[in-house]
């Protein structure tokens, strides 16, 4: 694939993790897996939807992939589309945007500004 721009949807608790600590080991269903789950932005108000559906206070991390190397693998998941996935902790340093989550009037996934 040739995102360069992946996004991993958190938690208000595992985004302060990742903001005290520098890094994120992974929600459950990530440590689960074996690999933290990420979405290109086309994906992600699909994600949100339907892993998130109902939860408040979410936020989304905007993933500079470039800065991880190996670590991202692009995999088939839902319906057959590739997902980008990471074999290592999130580094707060491959992180280039991060803000709550908001949707637009048509009920996407607002996704952060780059900084």
């Known amino acids: 694939m040739s995102d ?35 979405s290109a ?11 998130f559906a109902g939860q408040t206070d979410l936020w989304v991390a905007a993933i500079d992939l470039s800065r991880l190397g190996d670590a991202v693998k692009w995999e088939p998941s839902r319906g057959g589309q590739l997902f980008p996935h990471i074999y290592a902790a999130l580094p707060m340093a491959a992180v280039v945007a991060h803000a709550p989550m908001t949707r637009a009037a048509d009920g996407t996934v607002m996704l952060p500004d780059r900084v």
């Open 4 to 38: 360069a721009i992946a996004y991993k949807i958190l938690t208000a608790d595992q985004m302060a993790v990742l903001t005290a600590t520098g890094s994120f080991a992974g929600a459950p269903i990530d440590l689960a897996d074996g690999y933290i789950h990420l």
């Open 41 to 51: 932005a086309a994906q992600v108000t699909e994600t949100v939807d339907k892993h």
